[in-house]
């Protein structure tokens, strides 16, 4: 959509995305290696009991289903920034629905504008695990 096309509170829900264990695992051993995320007899030994995900595959998981249903589209031109806040861990088998809404937008030039989407993701207990704010440059309508 055009910036146009867009207002403040439209907002979309994404479908379920399941954290795997294997994958969680694989991802932490290439991206963040400790051993919270990677060491089962460690992660018994902390405050949480067992392994957890690591936060940016928490985000990116449920982020992947967002785009199945995203607000902008074709008319995006670019992303320009994205703040994550971790509130609770996230564990092997949690389900992730995100809730997404436009939160702002700001008209940039002729060409574009800032459009800010804010994403709160829950786990299947409805507890709020992460809030995310990413800001989009996206086409405007053509004159």
Do not use: C
């Not at 595959?57 to 995203?70: A, I, P, Q, R, T």
């Not at 002729?110 to 409805?126: F, M, P, R, Y």
């Amino acid at each position: 959509m055009f910036f146009e096309d867009l207002h403040v509170g439209m907002t979309v829900e994404t479908a379920p995305t399941v954290i795997e264990k294997e994958k969680m695992i694989a991802f932490a051993r290439d991206y963040d290696n400790i051993p919270l995320h990677t060491d089962e007899d460690y992660a018994k030994s902390t405050p949480f009991g067992k392994l957890i995900a690591p936060g940016v595959l928490s985000f990116m998981s449920v982020w992947s289903k967002y785009l199945e249903v995203d607000f902008i589209g074709d008319d995006l031109i670019a992303g320009r920034s994205t703040k994550i806040e971790w509130l609770r861990p996230v564990y092997a088998d949690d389900v992730l629905r995100g809730k997404a809404v436009i939160t702002d937008l700001v008209e940039r030039n002729a060409k574009n504008g800032l459009v800010e989407i804010s994403i709160d993701v829950h786990n299947q207990h409805g507890e709020l695990v992460l809030k995310n704010v990413t800001e989009a440059i996206v086409k405007r309508r053509p004159l």
